[in-house]
């Protein structure tokens, strides 16, 4: 078991998610070079940048899917670096992706439930001989995805199929599903994409709202400038896999270089 | 009357089809690859019962049961899993391998000339004019029991969502903390354990096993499974089904019983034309 040790910044909270130097390279393609991330507890973290300039690589390097060919990365001071999906979900940290990925062969309440499964302790022969504690973690599992779900709005739609809600109730649900693992950390790969302007200033509102309901640390790519100015506190601009910007929201939007890399000269 | 018989026979013969084809459809869906060793497992269950029968029959039908559910497992373990991620071509001529390797080891052991196993001997119901072998009405009743305790296993555990998840989308269940190594061991488990039971219900029908008997049955089940829609766990018991009332009223027919196996064959074929995914199966789009 290695060392767990908490890290702390300046001003005395806690950093959840510490990157060193993250590298990936595809061949002769450094996909991601040299990122470092420094996130405190609470916060509302962005990654921006051109497309292709390697932001969803960065989250495949932080749920497991791809491991880093240099660097480390920390969740509150345990290190990952490694790890395979299933255990880095366990430890805390969820996603969303950018097309959605739903279980569209299960319901809206079920994909919930699919999240929660390590949250409540019930064993394969518990459930193959349909123990009475099978039966009481069915219940709870039910309960608590009903839950999480009034919370989302989402409840009344709770036994229809998760392919056939609309698109930005899909995009909740995305939320909830990652919600219900109960992260320390939660990725969202472009939330808004695809969103009419309503439904982006709904989608702002619900991860204002969880921010505080649940007390989490968030990390999102977007697009959408008018969401990332709206909510994030600090930003990671990327532009071809390095850092081109770090620093307050307000002042990364305004920065000549982070203009020059999205809209030309 | 001859009808009514006829119909019941292919119920009960559809019921053991459609359990095998569950072991071949929930592997497919899971783990994405087509195990031809599955029905092998049949004929593996088959000699574990001869080996236990001088205990009890139950006792040999639970040994049967357990013994293909480990071996099941270490057939995954050993030779699955190390190729997870390679071309499906290359699981599919292992899986083919592993079906060579379970007939050769079972000759070796047991020699190829038939043994009879009789696990009971059961008679014969008359109602009327009515003649049905209790055998059959057992398999019968087990096979549904069986695919209804699946279903709610499926539809109503922690284990059942996380193996629907699995199968639509991998990844995705990982990042949930999905661990799908587990649930892919588990779907070989209980496939195997299906496959010892269909063993049982043969047996009670016919009561020989060679070395190659599995082959015969595991591929109509795989057929029931493509009829049905693979993956699709409705899908391999509709199949199932569908298959074995087809095969005992072909084989009533004296002018084409002896052309059963082909009739069940070209319908699978037929059907493929018409609708390519199978009875229940969902068209797959593919993403660019």
Do not use: W
């Not at chain 2, 995954?76 to 991620?85: H, M, Q, W």
């Not at chain 2, 080891?105 to 196993?117: E, V």
């Amino acid at each position: 078991m290695a060392e767990v040790k908490k890290i702390y910044a300046d001003d005395g909270r806690e950093i959840v998610l510490k990157a060193d130097h993250l590298c990936i390279q595809f061949g002769g393609l450094k996909a991601v070079d040299n990122v470092n991330l420094e996130i405190k507890k609470g916060e509302l973290y962005g990654l921006i940048g051109p497309n292709g300039a390697g932001k969803t690589t960065v989250f495949n390097l932080l749920t497991g899917v791809y491991k880093p060919t240099l660097g480390r990365f920390y969740l509150c001071g345990e290190d990952l670096t490694g790890k395979t999906p299933a255990e880095m979900n366990k430890k805390g940290i969820a996603r969303t992706f950018q097309n959605i990925r739903l279980f569209n062969n299960l319901t809206v309440i079920e994909n919930v439930m699919v999240g929660l499964a390590n949250q409540i302790p019930c064993n394969l022969v518990q459930s193959v001989f349909r123990l009475p504690r099978h039966k009481k973690s069915e219940k709870e599992y039910y309960e608590r995805a009903l839950e999480l779900l009034k919370v989302f709005n989402l409840d009344e739609y709770k036994d229809y199929l998760a392919a056939n809600l609309p698109y930005g109730k899909q995009r909740k649900l995305e939320i909830a599903r990652a919600m219900a693992t109960n992260p320390k950390l939660l990725l969202l790969d472009e939330p808004a994409a695809g969103m009419n302007p309503n439904e982006t200033q709904e989608l702002m509102d619900v991860i204002s709202f969880i921010r505080k309901e649940f007390d989490i640390t968030i990390l999102l790519i977007e697009h959408d400038m008018r969401l990332v100015g709206g909510i994030c506190e600090k930003l990671t601009v990327l532009n071809f896999g390095t850092e081109l910007a770090v620093g307050e929201t307000s002042e990364v939007l305004n920065n000549p270089e982070v203009i020059k890399a999205y809209i030309g000269e | 009357m001859e009808f009514l018989t006829t119909f019941v026979n292919g119920l009960s013969l559809g019921g053991i089809y459609a359990m095998i084809a569950l072991g071949y459809t929930m592997v497919y869906g899971i783990a994405k690859m087509l195990n031809f060793a599955h029905g092998d497992i049949i004929m593996v269950g088959g000699y574990t019962i001869l080996l236990f029968l001088f205990v009890n029959p139950i006792v040999a039908i639970i040994a049967a049961m357990v013994f293909c559910m480990i071996l099941g497992i270490v057939v995954e373990k050993v030779a699955y899993k190390p190729l997870r991620g390679a071309s499906p071509l290359a699981v599919l001529i292992t899986a083919i391998g592993v079906s060579y390797l379970l007939q050769s080891l079972a000759q070796m052991i047991f020699g190829s000339a038939p043994k009879y196993i009789v696990i009971a001997d059961l008679g014969i119901l008359k109602i009327g004019s009515l003649s049905i072998g209790y055998n059959t009405i057992i398999t019968l009743v087990c096979s549904i029991l069986v695919m209804v305790a699946l279903s709610l296993f499926v539809k109503f555990s922690k284990t059942g969502r996380a193996m629907v998840a699995v199968s639509e989308d991998k990844g995705a269940a990982q990042l949930m903390g999905i661990n799908v190594n587990r649930i892919i061991m588990i779907t070989f488990a209980i496939g195997s354990a299906l496959a010892a039971l269909a063993s049982v219900f043969f047996l009670l029908k016919a009561p020989t096993m060679t070395p190659t008997f599995g082959s015969l049955p595991g591929i109509k089940a795989f057929t029931a499974a493509v009829i049905g829609g693979i993956g699709s766990i409705p899908g391999a018991m509709i199949g199932g089904i569908l298959l074995g009332v087809i095969e005992c009223f072909a084989q009533a027919v004296p002018a084409i019983s002896p052309y059963t196996d082909a009739i069940e064959f070209s319908i699978l074929i037929i059907l493929l034309l018409v609708k390519p995914s199978g009875l229940l199966g969902k068209v797959r789009r593919e993403k660019v």
